[in-house]
């Protein structure tokens, strides 16, 4: 019986490095669902709003960008980690931990995630006339309104590109997340700490290469995703008859 | 009823403007830069004035002193835009509803399937906006707008980027419009004839400022100092009835008390009034009735008023048998030769196509 190359690569992989890869595409994706209204919020904050503090905000949100991703880690320890202010008041109170935890590395890469996905959704969200907008506001709709039909759904392709740079981004993410919520299997190993590992140990360099082939198919299969998604998008704006 | 009298301060642009109406379709006519469509904008709530008051059936919308000011989107007026501004995201018949999810069941006056007839647009329903043509984008401009069941319609230039043809075919749209839903238009253009059809009021801006209120008749054949670089702009417009159509020459007879006037096209049953407007360019001056000359139409009158000053031209204004004005555009040297002096009998001599079907009122 044939079998795919894939399925083989699939089926050979070690039962960590299968883990290590269901880590990685669920912390991506909590980090991508979880930040994305936060990130639309902020963009159309720094696209359409005036209020004081706009500015640092605004390096707020890109700080992560330009710092070191270790340092990025090392902050959201001293803020988060469990005998830290913040973090042990959650702990406490809501029973929310995030050290040594996988939601610790969601939100790590989330961190990381978020200046690239603020900023492709704030240029959409800057490209939607606001002419548009005023024509929505006199035919009786609130600014809620008009943002929910008119602003969002011109702004989609934007949004799709954040989420995807957010995702791709979230599970390449290595030294914020190893520096906060270190490198446990099972855990808060993602493909790019089990990779790293495994160029630590002997013999490990097949396991390693197996994690790379899985890891860019995984990137593939994103731009693929995105690529055919904003084709529909933008065919939904001008359908060809 | 409409009440306006705002103000605003914009870098070194003043605006200070104040007019009424009891309905029909107020013209807002001037140059561009002369703030007309701003005055829109202040009226649809999308710019703030810094002083004033606007009054919508006795329902103030601003009130500067009072501290009111009503959001555009709880103002219930209709905008219908120079671009369309379709949203290109939905389908035209999304765009024609759009309004409609937001105005109260219960004081919907205006009916869909109507403003849709109307507008000749059942066909475009399922269409996209984005390959809609230009004529056809502002119909459903136009539908957008009045199925929002607004208490008052603004049109801010909506032929503006139209070919002549698309305005042709839009104009009798709008006259529809506005007679068959009882809207209040004020209507922004820099068009002579497009104010002259439609206007039942003209408001001329320049610079800002108003600087004549009246009907067409009144305000278009005036000599207004907005318009004195521009002498050809100036225009009369008379008032006539449709006396039968000549079907051999694809004319319409019309009947005026100063003479018979000839339609290019066809303008209707016998019977029916009409508004035409005649350019003062179009119009030239004899002492004698001519004969032996292809211009059909030649209407009596008297010369009210001769201006010329040094320049090559000069404006006579004819009071015609039966109280309208015409103004012809000459020469100076046509005012000497002939020694036009007021009070002087004169035949005015229009050139058939300048009279075309655009140029007339239908009721």
Same mark, same amino acid.
């Given at each position: 019986m044939q079998t795919s190359p894939w399925l083989a690569l699939v089926i050979s992989l070690s039962p960590e490095e299968l883990t290590a890869v269901g880590v990685s595409l669920k912390v991506a994706s909590v980090a991508t669902v979880v930040s994305l209204p936060i990130g639309v919020f902020a963009a159309l904050a720094l696209a359409r709003w005036r209020f004081f503090g706009k500015t640092l905000l605004d390096g707020v949100i890109h700080l992560p960008l330009v710092l070191p991703p270790v340092v990025t880690g090392y902050v959201l320890l001293m803020l988060l980690?469990?005998?830290a202010p913040l973090g042990a008041f959650l702990a406490d109170n809501f029973g929310i931990v995030f050290a040594f935890r996988w939601t610790g590395a969601a939100l790590a890469s989330g961190v990381m995630g978020f200046p690239l996905m603020v900023r492709a959704i704030r240029l959409s969200i800057d490209a939607v006339d606001r002419r548009l907008e005023a024509a929505a506001g006199t035919l009786g709709a609130h600014p809620l309104w008009v943002f929910l039909v008119v602003t969002l759904p011109l702004a989609l392709p934007g949004i799709l590109v954040g989420a995807i740079l957010c995702f791709a981004k979230a599970l390449g993410e290595f030294g914020a997340t190893i520096t906060f919520v270190?490198?446990?299997?099972?855990?808060?190993?993602t493909i790019s700490a089990a990779i790293y590992t495994l160029t630590q140990v002997p013999n490990g360099e097949v396991g390693a290469f197996r994690l790379t082939l899985i890891s860019v198919s995984i990137a593939l299969t994103a731009l693929i995703a995105s690529e055919i998604l904003q084709r529909w998008t933008s065919r939904q704006f001008h359908p060809i008859e | 009823m409409i009440v306006v009298d705002v103000g605003l301060k914009f870098r070194s642009f003043e605006l200070a403007v104040a007019f009424s109406s009891g309905g029909g379709l107020v013209a807002l006519f001037? &140059?561009?830069?002369?703030?007309k469509s701003l005055t829109l904008n202040l009226i649809a709530g999308l710019v703030r004035p810094d002083r004033g008051r606007i009054c919508l059936n006795g329902r103030p919308l601003v009130d500067t002193q009072a501290g009111i000011f009503v959001k555009s989107h709880r103002r219930r007026v209709g905008f219908v835009f120079q671009d369309a501004q379709?949203? @290109?995201?939905?389908s035209v018949r999304h765009n024609l509803m759009f309004g409609r999810w937001f105005s109260p069941p219960r004081e919907r006056a205006i009916e869909v399937d109507s403003v849709i007839a109307t507008l000749g647009i059942e066909h475009l329903?399922?269409?996209? @906006?984005?390959?809609?043509?230009g004529g056809e984008r502002q119909r459903v401009a136009i539908g957008r707008a009045l199925l929002s069941d607004p208490k008052l319609l603004l049109m801010d230039? @909506?032929?503006?980027?139209?070919d002549l043809e698309r305005k042709l075919e839009i104009l009798p749209l709008i006259e529809n419009v506005r007679d068959a839903f009882k809207v209040p238009i004020i209507y922004v253009s820099h068009a002579l004839e497009e104010v002259a059809r439609l206007a039942s009021q003209v408001v001329i801006l320049d610079a800002g400022h108003v600087v004549a209120i009246g009907s067409p008749g009144e305000v278009l054949s005036r000599r207004h100092t907005a318009f004195d670089d521009q002498r050809f702009e100036r225009a009369s417009v008379l008032t006539a009835r449709v006396e039968g159509a000549n079907n051999n020459y694809g004319l319409t007879e019309l009947v005026h008390p100063a003479g018979r006037i000839w339609l290019s096209g066809l303008a209707g049953p016998p019977g029916r009034e009409l508004r035409v407007v005649v350019n003062a360019a179009d119009v030239a001056v004899a002492t004698v009735r001519p004969?032996?000359?292809?211009? &059909?139409t030649v209407l009596r009158g008297s010369v009210a008023s001769v201006e010329a000053d040094k320049g090559p031209l000069a404006t006579v204004t004819i009071g015609l048998l039966g109280g309208d004005q015409l103004i012809a555009l000459t020469t100076r040297m046509a005012v000497h030769e002939l020694s036009l002096q007021r009070g002087d009998q004169v035949f005015a001599l229009i050139k058939t196509?300048?009279?075309?079907? &655009?140029a007339g009122h239908r009721r």
């Amino acid at each position: 019986m044939q079998t795919s190359p894939w399925l083989a690569l699939v089926i050979s992989l070690s039962p960590e490095e299968l883990t290590a890869v269901g880590v990685s595409l669920k912390v991506a994706s909590v980090a991508t669902v979880v930040s994305l209204p936060i990130g639309v919020f902020a963009a159309l904050a720094l696209a359409r709003w005036r209020f004081f503090g706009k500015t640092l905000l605004d390096g707020v949100i890109h700080l992560p960008l330009v710092l070191p991703p270790v340092v990025t880690g090392y902050v959201l320890l001293m803020l988060l980690g469990r005998r830290a202010p913040l973090g042990a008041f959650l702990a406490d109170n809501f029973g929310i931990v995030f050290a040594f935890r996988w939601t610790g590395a969601a939100l790590a890469s989330g961190v990381m995630g978020f200046p690239l996905m603020v900023r492709a959704i704030r240029l959409s969200i800057d490209a939607v006339d606001r002419r548009l907008e005023a024509a929505a506001g006199t035919l009786g709709a609130h600014p809620l309104w008009v943002f929910l039909v008119v602003t969002l759904p011109l702004a989609l392709p934007g949004i799709l590109v954040g989420a995807i740079l957010c995702f791709a981004k979230a599970l390449g993410e290595f030294g914020a997340t190893i520096t906060f919520v270190s490198n446990i299997p099972g855990q808060t190993q993602t493909i790019s700490a089990a990779i790293y590992t495994l160029t630590q140990v002997p013999n490990g360099e097949v396991g390693a290469f197996r994690l790379t082939l899985i890891s860019v198919s995984i990137a593939l299969t994103a731009l693929i995703a995105s690529e055919i998604l904003q084709r529909w998008t933008s065919r939904q704006f001008h359908p060809i008859e | 009823m409409i009440v306006v009298d705002v103000g605003l301060k914009f870098r070194s642009f003043e605006l200070a403007v104040a007019f009424s109406s009891g309905g029909g379709l107020v013209a807002l006519f001037g &140059r561009s830069g002369s703030g007309k469509s701003l005055t829109l904008n202040l009226i649809a709530g999308l710019v703030r004035p810094d002083r004033g008051r606007i009054c919508l059936n006795g329902r103030p919308l601003v009130d500067t002193q009072a501290g009111i000011f009503v959001k555009s989107h709880r103002r219930r007026v209709g905008f219908v835009f120079q671009d369309a501004q379709l949203f @290109p995201h939905l389908s035209v018949r999304h765009n024609l509803m759009f309004g409609r999810w937001f105005s109260p069941p219960r004081e919907r006056a205006i009916e869909v399937d109507s403003v849709i007839a109307t507008l000749g647009i059942e066909h475009l329903l399922d269409r996209s @906006p984005g390959n809609l043509s230009g004529g056809e984008r502002q119909r459903v401009a136009i539908g957008r707008a009045l199925l929002s069941d607004p208490k008052l319609l603004l049109m801010d230039e @909506p032929l503006a980027a139209l070919d002549l043809e698309r305005k042709l075919e839009i104009l009798p749209l709008i006259e529809n419009v506005r007679d068959a839903f009882k809207v209040p238009i004020i209507y922004v253009s820099h068009a002579l004839e497009e104010v002259a059809r439609l206007a039942s009021q003209v408001v001329i801006l320049d610079a800002g400022h108003v600087v004549a209120i009246g009907s067409p008749g009144e305000v278009l054949s005036r000599r207004h100092t907005a318009f004195d670089d521009q002498r050809f702009e100036r225009a009369s417009v008379l008032t006539a009835r449709v006396e039968g159509a000549n079907n051999n020459y694809g004319l319409t007879e019309l009947v005026h008390p100063a003479g018979r006037i000839w339609l290019s096209g066809l303008a209707g049953p016998p019977g029916r009034e009409l508004r035409v407007v005649v350019n003062a360019a179009d119009v030239a001056v004899a002492t004698v009735r001519p004969d032996h000359l292809s211009v &059909r139409t030649v209407l009596r009158g008297s010369v009210a008023s001769v201006e010329a000053d040094k320049g090559p031209l000069a404006t006579v204004t004819i009071g015609l048998l039966g109280g309208d004005q015409l103004i012809a555009l000459t020469t100076r040297m046509a005012v000497h030769e002939l020694s036009l002096q007021r009070g002087d009998q004169v035949f005015a001599l229009i050139k058939t196509v300048a009279l075309d079907e &655009r140029a007339g009122h239908r009721r």
